[in-house]
């Protein structure tokens, strides 16, 4: 079971990216998948999450309105698309899986994650 995230860089306060998180050794469509960012010298954080379904999304208040979260399960694939970014988004972004509908804003309920991509937004 393999998930890598792809997508991140370096932009703008302002700019836009999006976040890949591709996932391959499991059955995708069963696995309800979640964003997590980490900022230097802070604890992770939950960012959003998309049911194994795509029916079901969040995000957490700071990124409301400006990340978007869906997924393309013929892909195998989840998308974060973060709009009008601000410097306080600079982070790296990790994806993580498990099994089922139901999220959790906590990694330890995940059962899968892979390595992070790196987004940095200038000033």
């Known amino acids: 079971v393999q998930l890598q995230a792809s997508g991140g860089g370096l932009v703008q306060a302002g700019g836009s990216l999006r976040l890949s998180c591709a996932a391959s050794?499991?059955?995708?469509?069963?696995?309800?998948v979640a964003w997590f960012r980490q900022a230097p010298g802070k604890e992770q954080e939950f960012v959003s999450h998309?049911?194994?379904?795509?029916?079901?999304?969040t995000t957490t208040p700071s990124v409301k309105g400006r990340f978007t979260v869906s997924r393309d399960n013929a892909k195998n694939t989840v998308y974060l698309q973060m709009d009008r970014l601000k410097p306080e988004d600079t982070a790296v972004y990790y994806c993580?899986?498990?099994?089922?509908?139901?999220?959790?804003?906590?990694?330890?309920?995940?059962?899968?994650w892979g390595q992070g991509t790196l987004v940095t937004v200038s000033s």
């Open positions: 998309i049911s194994s379904n795509g029916v079901s999304t």
């Open positions: 993580y899986a498990r099994a089922g509908p139901n999220y959790s804003t906590k990694t330890y309920h995940y059962t899968h």
């Open positions: 050794g499991l059955t995708f469509s069963a696995y309800t």
